[in-house]
């Protein structure tokens, strides 16, 4: 981004106005706040879907009374939110009670100058992109446990502990996934990673690579832990914790809790895109048909979906099932699926091939058995009178 401005502001000859510094920091809180603008945009237009989706998943007809369609309503929402009493519990602590909502939108929105929407169009062009955009992320977890503490309710607090705990377990298989990528491309550059997929959708690592394919679907599932959807949203668990961490909000700080939400799940969408799907790269060779960041979106929006459609499909887990997904499932598989990337990466052009059929084929048998297994438990005679 800045060496972007430099040449713009060296080619108007800027530097006669303004100081470079002063001119640089202007452009900064503009970038600022049109990715906040974007990011509220972003939450109207997933809701909306949301509400669209669900209804079409339980056959029920949806918003339709607001403008076509119902497609004003998240708009009157918006409007209500905005216009809607702000208000603080007695003895909370008001000053980390009105820090918690920006902390998380700021964690929120602060992975998304990493991303590398298309080639060349990403504003921090980072070595370490990936790093960047995990660590940043992890901002989320100060605040919600922040928002439970200030609010002096004993509901808050348990949200707000529920969640520092389940995000702090998540991130570690989420990282072991990202890391199973990392070890076979070699680079933690977002746009990199991006370009190690050219070729069409054989080249993309998630069917390169049956330990990047195990290592996807750990990081999809960490991924719906880390923005607490829905089956892990015990944080905000309405029929347990009134409504989690975010019980003594109202208004636009509630608001800017569900705007976080949702950019959260563009964010780890973003990343797994970039990381399994072929980044901006489209199915077929060359270069794509439709622009690199129209791919990129669309690939973001399918998956979404899939984050929605799991939502009204799933029921919530119990806490001690989360947790005990995480460490007796998703930790060991993740080790094993970073221990077969890494000797697949050692091993070079001609041991790869080998090693990945063999990989394929021993993937696919357990698959099988699997498979079997839950249909021989299907068909389990009754015993005693009790069905099976």
């Known amino acids: 981004m800045q060496g972007m401005y430099e040449t713009l502001f060296a080619a108007l000859g800027a530097e006669r106005v303004v100081p470079f510094s002063v001119g640089f920091a202007v452009l900064v809180v503009v970038f600022a706040l049109f990715a906040a603008i974007m990011g509220a945009v972003v939450a109207l237009i997933m809701v909306l879907a949301e509400r669209k989706i669900s209804a079409d998943i339980q056959e029920r007809i949806g918003p339709n009374r607001v403008g076509p369609m119902g497609f004003f309503q998240t708009v009157a929402d918006a409007v209500k939110l905005l216009t809607k009493e702000n208000v603080l519990p007695r003895k909370a602590d008001s000053i980390l009670h009105y820090c918690a909502p920006t902390l998380v939108f700021t964690g929120g929105l602060l992975p998304v100058a990493a991303i590398a929407w298309s080639n060349g169009i990403v504003v921090a062009d980072l070595n370490i992109g990936v790093l960047y955009v995990v660590g940043t ?28 705990g389940q995000m702090i377990s998540y991130e ?53 832990a880390e923005v607490n959807r829905t089956p892990f949203d015990l944080p905000e668990a309405e029929s347990e914790l009134v409504s989690g961490y975010h019980t003594e909000y109202s208004g ?12 959260g799940m563009v964010v780890v969408n973003a990343v797994a895109v ?15 048909l439709l622009g690199g960041w129209i791919w990129y979106l669309l690939k973001i929006a399918a998956l979404m979906y899939c984050q929605v459609w799991v939502r009204f499909v799933l029921p919530r887990l119990r806490i001690d099932q989360l947790m005990s ?46 498979f079997a297994a839950v249909l021989k438990t299907r068909h389990v005679p009754a015993q005693d009178g009790i069905p099976r």
């Open 137 to 164: 992320a992890s901002l989320g977890v100060i605040g919600r446990l922040m928002a439970g503490w200030a609010s002096n309710n004993k509901w808050s607090l348990l949200g707000g502990m529920r969640a520092a």
């Open 274 to 288: 970039a990381l399994f799907f072929g980044g901006w790269n489209g199915g077929l060779p060359g270069e794509p």
């Open 252 to 263: 636009i700080r509630w608001a800017i809790f569900m705007m976080s939400e949702y950019i």
């Open 172 to 224: 570690i298989p989420n990282s072991i996934a990202i890391l199973s990528v990392i070890v076979l491309a070699g680079t933690l550059n977002l746009q990199e990673l991006s370009e190690a997929q050219k070729g069409g959708i054989h080249q993309w690592f998630v069917f390169r690579s049956p330990f990047a394919f195990v290592a996807c679907l750990i990081y999809l599932v960490s991924s719906l």
């Open 325 to 370: 997904l995480c460490w007796n499932n998703l930790v060991p598989l993740g080790f094993l699926a970073l221990l077969g990337a890494s000797v697949q990466a050692l091993l070079g052009p001609t041991g790869q091939h080998v090693m990945m059929v063999a990989a394929w084929l021993t993937f696919g048998g357990f698959v099988t058995l699997l």
